[in-house]
C-alpha cells in the first residue's frame, strides 16, 4: 500500500449480540480496498451479526457483511467503480462490468437484501440508496435508524 492516497471517509464495524448493538470504528486502511475491510472485520469475534458500513469521501457507500460463505456486498452507486478502488473491488468481487465512462446514472450493485434479517428489507434500503441528495453518511445514518442502532452510530460519528 505504500503511496497509496489515503481516501476520506470513514468505516465501521456494527455488531449485534445478544439483542444488543455496538458500533466500533474500523482503521482507515478499510477504506482503501475491500479486502482491508473484509480482513478488519472478520478479525471481530462475536456470536452475533457483523457488519461494516463504509462512508467513502461523501460519494457512496458499502455494507460488507462478511460470512463463511464468502462477503456479501452492496455499492451505493456503481459508477464509484470508476474513480475509487474499493468500489472496483466490490464490482470485481460481485462479478459486474463497471459502467461506462459517460453513464451519468446512479444505481446500486450488490445485495439489497444484505439487512433484511435485521429489520431493513431490500424494497426500503433500496429507497434509502435513491435518497441521491443526501449525503452517504445522512444515508447510513437512515440504515442505522431503520435497523436500531441510530444512537450508538450517532455517538461513534461524534467521537470520530
Excluded at 462478511?66 to 456503481?78: C, E, F, Q, Y
Aim: aromatic share 6%; charged share 25%; proline share 4%.
Amino acid at each position: 500500500m505504500a503511496g497509496q492516497e489515503a481516501v476520506a471517509g470513514f468505516a465501521v464495524a456494527v455488531v449485534r449480540e445478544d439483542g444488543r448493538w455496538r458500533c466500533t470504528a474500523l482503521d482507515a486502511s478499510a477504506l482503501s480496498g475491500l479486502d482491508a475491510a473484509i480482513t478488519a472485520l472478520t478479525k471481530i469475534r462475536s456470536t452475533g451479526a457483523i457488519f461494516g458500513l463504509l462512508a467513502v469521501d461523501e460519494e457512496f457507500f458499502v455494507i460488507v457483511r462478511p460470512s463463511p460463505r464468502g462477503a456479501s456486498l452492496l455499492l451505493s452507486d456503481a459508477a464509484a467503480a470508476l474513480d475509487y478502488d474499493i468500489a472496483a473491488d466490490v464490482l470485481d468481487m460481485l462479478r459486474v462490468d463497471p459502467p461506462d465512462e459517460e453513464d451519468e446514472s446512479i444505481w446500486p450493485e450488490g445485495d439489497l437484501e444484505i439487512l433484511a434479517d435485521l429489520g431493513l428489507p431490500g424494497v426500503e434500503l433500496e429507497v434509502i440508496v435513491g435518497e441521491v441528495d443526501n449525503y452517504p453518511d445522512e444515508q447510513l445514518q437512515m440504515i442505522a435508524q431503520r435497523c436500531g442502532f441510530a444512537d450508538q452510530f450517532a455517538a461513534l460519528l461524534d467521537d470520530m
